[in-house]
C-alpha cells in the first residue's frame, strides 16, 4: 500500500473491507474459570455486552502485547487505554497466555511459563472466583459465586479514571512515562490519609514525591469529621473530593456534555496535566479537553527544589493554549531522547568548564529572553547591571546560567530545573560550548521526536497540486502570493507569526543539500508542484520515505527569518498535520523534509475515478477541522495557513487527512520578487477578505474549510464548468440554491451512503454556508465548526453567503 502505482485500486478495496469489519466475538456472556486468552490471537479479548470496552491483549509498537482495557469502538485513532496490567515493562510478548483461575484469579505467563502479572495477592485467602465480566463501564470484575467482587480493575487504576470510579485514601493514579510508554512516569494524583488529594512529582525508582503542584486543601484541621474521604468521579461527570460531612470540593467539572452519546474520562498525562476529557460515540471524531488542573500554567506550578519541572533538566517549558505542557532545548542542548521531548536536555559540548584553558575561546553565553530557572542558584548579586552579571557568569568557571531581573543577578550550577518562558522581566544567560553552535550531528539512523505512533507509518505524501488543472493552479498560486505580497507591508505582524528570537532550537534535524541530493536520487521523482517549489520523493539513510520540499529561491537573503520560521513550523506537532522532519539551508538552497504519506492528496481522492465512502469522507471533513482548530487555537503560535485545498491535505495511510504546508504563508511573505496579478473575482478556495484591504484573520481558513466541505460532500471541483454550465459550475452558489430551495438530494445525486444520512448531509451543508459567510466576523470559527461538524452545537440556520455585500 505504500506502492504510489496502482493506487486508486488499493483504495477502493481498502475502502470495501476496512472501515466496519464485523467481529464475532464472545459477547454479552460472563468469563468463566478456565477460560483464557493468548497474545497474538485474533480476538484475544473479551468484550463489554455494549462492546464499548474490551479487554485483553493489544499490541504494542515494539511487537509485544499490553494487557488492557480500551475502547473498543474508538479504532479510526490511536488506541485509547483506560486500564493496563503489565505497563511496567511493555513486555507481554507474542504467545504469553492470560488464565483466569478460581484461587488466583487472573495470571498472565509469558510463553516459557514465567509469570509476568497476576491478581493473586490480592484475592483474600479462601474465597474463590466463579467468573468475570467485563462491564459496560469500563470495570473489569472477578466476582465470587453470589456475584460480589474480590478484584475489579476500578479499584487498580492506572492513569484513567472513568465514570463511576472512586479512589479511596491512599489510592493514586500515576501518569505514563510517555504517549506509548506505559511504564511509571513522574507524576501522581494521590488521595492522603489526611483528606487532601494533591498532584505530585515523584521520584522514580523511590517514588519519593516532591512538593505538590496541586492541593484540594480539603483537610479540615479544625474539625476531622469534615476531611476529605475519597476522590469520586461521579457518574454525570463531576471530579470531586467527598468530605466527612457529604460536602463536595469539586476538582474537575464537565458542564453538559451528554452522557449518553459521548464517552468520558479523566487522565493523569504523562506530562503531568490532569484532564477530564470526552470523546462523542461517533468514532471518526477525537478526544476534547473540557478541564484540566492545573488550569494556569504548569510549568510555573512545579517549582519545588528537587525534580526536574515537566519537562526534564536542562529544558524550557512552555504552556500552550489548551493547558499542555511543551518542551524544547535551549541552543547548544539537545534531547536525551532524540524521541522523547519530555527527557530532558543534555549538553553538545563539554561542560566542566573549569577545566578549560582558554574559557573564552571554548565558551560563551547564549542570552535567552524571557526565560528562568528558577532553582539551582549559588549566588544572588543585588544590585547589579546586567552587563555586569554577563560578566560574572562567564568569567567564572563555576557559573553555567545567569539570571539577571530588576537590577539582582542570580548565579546557577547545572542541572537547570523547572525551566520556563514567558516571563518578560527575565534575561537568562546559559553558558554554551562555541563548539556546539553548529550543532553536534545526530548520528545516523535516528530521527527527531515524533509521537511514537507515527513512527511506523512513516509513509506518504507530501504535494500540492495534484490534479488540478494547471490553468486554475496559475491562477491561484498567482493570486495567492501577489495577496501575501500586496498584504505584506500592512501585515507584517498578523499573519500567523510575529519575529522572535532564534535562541531556541527545535529537534528538526538539518540535512546537507548533498544528504538530499542523494535521499531524492538526484531528485528525481517529482510528487508535486506547489506554491512555493517542487516536492521530490526521497528516501533517508535510514530508509524513511520522506518528501522533499525544494523551495523556490526566495528565501535567499533571510537566513534568519528562515530558520525561525521553519522552527515554528517544526514544533507544529498534531495527527491531523503534516510532520516536518528537517530541512536544509545552504547556500542559496532552501529545503523542507516531510513525512512521506501514502495515500497522495485529498484532491485525488475527492476526484478520482472511485468515489469514496461517506463514512471516510465524515472522518476526513472532522480530521481536517481538527488540525485547523490546532492551528489557530492550540499550538503555541497560532499559524493561519492562508492556503487550504484539497491538494494540501494528504492521508495517511489510515486516510486521515493531514494538512499540509502549514507556515509557509509566512515563508512566502519574505518574497518581494512576485508582480501584483489581477486576480479580483476569481473563485476557488480563497476568501474575498483576501481581495480587499481587509485586515487578514483565521477567518480566511474558515472560508476555504467551508468550499473544501461542500467538495467533500459532493465529491466534486467547486469550479467545474462542465458540469451543467450555469449555476451549476460554481459548487459554493449552487449548493446554497439546493439549501434554501430545499433540494439538498440534488447535490449528492445517487450517493446511497449520504443519502441515508441526510440530516448529516443538512448539518454539513448548513455549517459549510456559515463559513462561506461574505462578512468574515459572521463566519464562525474553527473550534465552533469542528464541534457543529460534530453535532454537539447546533447548527442554525445559515444567512445567504452573498447578503451582506454585494461583490462580484
Ligand atoms: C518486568 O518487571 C518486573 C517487575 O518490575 C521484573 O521483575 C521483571 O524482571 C521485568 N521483566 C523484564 C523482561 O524486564
Ligand atoms: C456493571 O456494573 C454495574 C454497577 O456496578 C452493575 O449494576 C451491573 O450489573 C454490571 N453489569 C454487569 C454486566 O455485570
Ligand atoms: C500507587 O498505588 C500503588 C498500589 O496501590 C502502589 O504500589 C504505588 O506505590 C503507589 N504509587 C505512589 C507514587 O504512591
Ligand atoms: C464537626 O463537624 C460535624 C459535621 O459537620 C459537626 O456535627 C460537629 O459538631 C463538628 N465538631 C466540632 C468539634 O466542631
Ligand atoms: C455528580 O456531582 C455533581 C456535583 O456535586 C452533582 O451536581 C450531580 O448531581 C452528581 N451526579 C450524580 C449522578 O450523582
Ligand atoms: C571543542 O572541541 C574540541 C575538539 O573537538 C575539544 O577539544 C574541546 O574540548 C571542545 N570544547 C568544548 C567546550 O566542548
Ligand atoms: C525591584 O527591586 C527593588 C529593590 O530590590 C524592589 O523594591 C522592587 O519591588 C523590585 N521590583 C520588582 C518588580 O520586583
Same mark, same amino acid.
Given at each position: 500500500m505504500h506502492n504510489l502505482l496502482g493506487k486508486d485500486q488499493l483504495v477502493?478495496?481498502?475502502?470495501?473491507?476496512?472501515?466496519?469489519?464485523?467481529?464475532?466475538?464472545?459477547?454479552?456472556?460472563?468469563?468463566?474459570?478456565?477460560?483464557?486468552?493468548?497474545?497474538?490471537?485474533?480476538?484475544?479479548?473479551?468484550?463489554?455486552?455494549?462492546?464499548?470496552?474490551?479487554?485483553?491483549?493489544?499490541?504494542?509498537?515494539?511487537?509485544?502485547f499490553l494487557l488492557a482495557i480500551w475502547y473498543y469502538k474508538l479504532t479510526n485513532q490511536q488506541t485509547t487505554f483506560v486500564w493496563y496490567a503489565n505497563g511496567e515493562n511493555n513486555s507481554a510478548p507474542r504467545g504469553s497466555k492470560l488464565e483466569?483461575?478460581?484461587?488466583?484469579?487472573?495470571?498472565?505467563k509469558d510463553p516459557r511459563g514465567t509469570q509476568l502479572w497476576s491478581t493473586s495477592g490480592e484475592i483474600a485467602a479462601g474465597s474463590s472466583v466463579f467468573y468475570a465480566v467485563m462491564n459496560d463501564t469500563g470495570n473489569f470484575q472477578l466476582l465470587d459465586e453470589n456475584s460480589n467482587p474480590l478484584w475489579q480493575s476500578f479499584e487498580h487504576p492506572m492513569d484513567t479514571l472513568l465514570p463511576g470510579q472512586i479512589m479511596e485514601i491512599d489510592g493514586n493514579l500515576t501518569s505514563r512515562k510517555g504517549e506509548n510508554d506505559f511504564s511509571s512516569g513522574r507524576f501522581v494524583l494521590r488521595m492522603l490519609p489526611d483528606g487532601n488529594a494533591v498532584l505530585n512529582t515523584i521520584n522514580l525508582p523511590s517514588k519519593n514525591s516532591y512538593d505538590a503542584y496541586y492541593i484540594s486543601g480539603t483537610n479540615d484541621d479544625a474539625n476531622q469529621s469534615n476531611r476529605g474521604l475519597r476522590v469520586v468521579y461521579n457518574t454525570s461527570g463531576d471530579l470531586y473530593v467527598l468530605r466527612g460531612n457529604r460536602e463536595r470540593e469539586i476538582i474537575l467539572s464537565e458542564g453538559s456534555i451528554s452522557t449518553s452519546d459521548?464517552?468520558?474520562? @479523566?487522565?493523569?498525562n504523562f506530562d503531568?496535566?490532569?484532564?477530564?476529557?470526552?470523546?462523542?460515540?461517533?468514532?471518526?471524531?477525537?478526544?476534547?479537553?473540557?478541564?484540566?488542573?492545573?488550569?494556569?500554567?504548569?510549568?510555573?506550578?512545579?517549582?519545588?527544589?528537587?525534580?526536574? /519541572?515537566?519537562?526534564?533538566?536542562?529544558?524550557?517549558?512552555?504552556?500552550?493554549?489548551?493547558?499542555?505542557?511543551?518542551?524544547?532545548?535551549?541552543?547548544?542542548?539537545?534531547?536525551?531522547?532524540?524521541?522523547?521531548?519530555?527527557?530532558?536536555?543534555?549538553?553538545?559540548?563539554?561542560?566542566?568548564?573549569?577545566?578549560?584553558?582558554s574559557p573564552f575561546?571554548?565558551?560563551?553565553?547564549?542570552?535567552?529572553?524571557?526565560?528562568?530557572?528558577?532553582?539551582?542558584?549559588?549566588?544572588?548579586?543585588?544590585?547589579?547591571?546586567?552587563?555586569?552579571?554577563?560578566n560574572s557568569c562567564l568569567h567564572e568557571c563555576l557559573c553555567g546560567a545567569a539570571i539577571f531581573r530588576n537590577n539582582s543577578c542570580w548565579k546557577k550550577k547545572l542541572p537547570l530545573s523547572n525551566g520556563?518562558?514567558?516571563?518578560?522581566?527575565?534575561?537568562?544567560?546559559?553558558?554554551?560550548?562555541?563548539?556546539?553552535?553548529?550543532?553536534?550531528?545526530?548520528?545516523?539512523?535516528?530521527?527527531?521526536?515524533?509521537?511514537?505512533?507515527?513512527?511506523?507509518?512513516?509513509?506518504?505524501?507530501?504535494?500540492?497540486?495534484?490534479?488540478?488543472?494547471?490553468?486554475?493552479?496559475?491562477?491561484?498560486?498567482?493570486?495567492?502570493?501577489?495577496?501575501?505580497?500586496?498584504?505584506?507591508?500592512?501585515?507584517?505582524?498578523?499573519?500567523?507569526?510575529?519575529?522572535?528570537?532564534?535562541?531556541?532550537?527545535?529537534?528538526?534535524?538539518?540535512?546537507?543539500?548533498?544528504?538530499?541530493?542523494?535521499?531524492?536520487?538526484?531528485?528525481?521523482?517529482?510528487?508535486?508542484?506547489?506554491?512555493?517549489?517542487? @516536492?521530490?520523493?526521497?528516501?533517508?539513510?535510514?530508509?524513511?520515505?520522506?518528501?522533499?520540499?525544494?523551495?523556490?529561491?526566495?528565501? &535567499?537573503?533571510?537566513?534568519?527569518?528562515?530558520?525561525?520560521?521553519?522552527?515554528?513550523?517544526? &514544533?507544529?506537532?498534531?495527527?491531523?498535520?503534516?510532520?516536518?522532519i528537517g530541512y536544509c539551508e545552504e547556500n542559496q538552497h532552501r529545503l523542507l523534509v516531510y513525512e512521506f504519506l501514502s495515500n497522495g492528496t485529498l484532491a485525488r481522492f475527492l476526484f478520482g475515478d472511485c468515489k469514496p465512502s461517506w463514512t471516510q469522507?465524515? &472522518?476526513?471533513?472532522? /480530521?481536517?477541522?481538527?488540525?485547523? @482548530?490546532?492551528?489557530?487555537?492550540?499550538?503555541?503560535?497560532?499559524?493561519?495557513?492562508?492556503?487550504?485545498?484539497? &491538494?494540501?491535505?494528504?492521508?495517511?495511510?489510515?486516510?486521515?487527512?493531514?494538512i499540509s504546508d502549514f507556515g509557509l504563508a509566512k515563508l512566502l511573505l519574505l518574497?518581494?520578487?512576485?508582480?501584483?496579478?489581477?486576480?479580483?473575482?476569481?473563485?476557488?478556495?480563497?476568501?474575498?477578505?483576501?481581495?480587499?484591504?481587509?485586515?487578514?484573520?483565521?477567518?480566511?481558513?474558515?472560508?476555504?474549510?467551508?468550499?473544501?466541505?461542500?467538495?467533500?460532500?459532493?465529491?466534486?471541483?467547486? @469550479?467545474?464548468?462542465?458540469?451543467?454550465?450555469?449555476?451549476?459550475?460554481?459548487?459554493?452558489?449552487?449548493?446554497y440554491d439546493c439549501y434554501a430551495d430545499g433540494k439538498l438530494d440534488a447535490l449528492i445525486e445517487d450517493d446511497m451512503e449520504a443519502m441515508n444520512d441526510i440530516k448529516r448531509v443538512e448539518r454539513f451543508v448548513k455549517v459549510a454556508i456559515w463559513c462561506l459567510q461574505e462578512d468574515p466576523n459572521i463566519r464562525p470559527t474553527m473550534k465552533k465548526v469542528m464541534l457543529m461538524l460534530e453535532g454537539i452545537v447546533q447548527v442554525s440556520v445559515p444567512p445567504s453567503p452573498c447578503s451582506f455585500t454585494s461583490v462580484n
Open positions: 477502493c478495496s481498502f475502502l470495501v473491507v476496512l472501515p466496519f469489519s464485523t467481529v464475532v466475538a464472545q459477547n454479552n456472556a460472563n468469563i468463566d474459570v478456565g477460560l483464557s486468552l493468548t497474545a497474538g490471537d485474533n480476538d484475544a479479548r473479551w468484550l463489554s455486552p455494549s462492546e464499548d470496552f474490551a479487554f485483553g491483549f493489544h499490541q504494542l509498537e515494539n511487537g509485544n483466569l483461575y478460581s484461587d488466583r484469579g487472573l495470571v498472565l459521548n464517552y468520558r474520562r @479523566v487522565t493523569l503531568g496535566v490532569l484532564t477530564l476529557s470526552y470523546h462523542s460515540k461517533e468514532p471518526s471524531s477525537s478526544w476534547d479537553t473540557i478541564a484540566y488542573i492545573p488550569d494556569d500554567n504548569i510549568c510555573e506550578k512545579i517549582s519545588g527544589e528537587k525534580g526536574t /519541572g515537566p519537562c526534564g533538566y536542562n529544558s524550557i517549558c512552555s504552556i500552550q493554549s489548551n493547558g499542555r505542557p511543551s518542551c524544547k532545548c535551549p541552543k547548544g542542548y539537545s534531547f536525551f531522547d532524540p524521541t522523547d521531548a519530555f527527557s530532558g536536555c543534555k549538553p553538545d559540548f563539554l561542560t566542566n568548564y573549569c577545566a578549560s584553558d575561546e571554548e565558551y560563551s553565553l547564549e542570552r535567552i529572553p524571557n526565560t528562568d530557572w528558577p532553582t539551582s542558584d549559588y549566588e544572588l548579586i543585588t544590585p547589579y547591571d546586567q552587563q555586569s552579571c554577563q520556563r518562558d514567558g516571563l518578560s522581566e527575565f534575561m537568562a544567560f546559559l553558558k554554551v560550548g562555541r563548539n556546539s553552535s553548529s550543532k553536534i550531528p545526530r548520528p545516523p539512523g535516528t530521527t527527531p521526536p515524533r509521537d511514537a505512533k507515527d513512527q511506523d507509518n512513516l509513509v506518504i505524501v507530501l504535494s500540492s497540486l495534484f490534479g488540478t488543472s494547471a490553468f486554475a493552479n496559475l491562477i491561484l498560486v498567482a493570486a495567492i502570493c501577489s495577496i501575501l505580497f500586496f498584504n505584506y507591508k500592512k501585515n507584517k505582524k498578523l499573519l500567523g507569526i510575529s519575529p522572535r528570537e532564534t535562541c531556541v532550537e527545535s529537534n528538526l534535524r538539518q540535512f546537507t543539500y548533498k544528504e538530499l541530493t542523494e535521499a531524492t536520487n538526484g531528485f528525481k521523482e517529482e510528487l508535486g508542484r506547489g506554491s512555493c517549489g517542487i @516536492v521530490y520523493k526521497g528516501e533517508t539513510e535510514s530508509s524513511v520515505l520522506v518528501a522533499v520540499k525544494k523551495l523556490d529561491k526566495v528565501f &535567499q537573503d533571510s537566513h534568519k527569518e528562515f530558520k525561525v520560521e521553519v522552527n515554528v513550523i517544526g &514544533q507544529t506537532h498534531h495527527k491531523n498535520l503534516v510532520r516536518l469522507r465524515i &472522518q476526513i471533513a472532522h /480530521g481536517i477541522a481538527r488540525g485547523l @482548530v490546532y492551528l489557530h487555537e492550540e499550538c503555541s503560535t497560532q499559524i493561519i495557513h492562508c492556503d487550504i485545498k484539497p &491538494q494540501n491535505i494528504l492521508l495517511d495511510e489510515y486516510y486521515n487527512a493531514r518574497d518581494q520578487s512576485h508582480t501584483k496579478t489581477n486576480v479580483r473575482g476569481t473563485k476557488g478556495y480563497v476568501a474575498p477578505d483576501w481581495f480587499r484591504s481587509a485586515k487578514v484573520s483565521v477567518k480566511v481558513d474558515v472560508y476555504s474549510f467551508g468550499v473544501i466541505l461542500l467538495e467533500i460532500i459532493c465529491c466534486r471541483r467547486n @469550479v467545474d464548468m462542465e458540469i451543467g454550465g450555469g449555476v451549476r459550475g460554481i459548487l459554493t452558489d449552487w449548493a
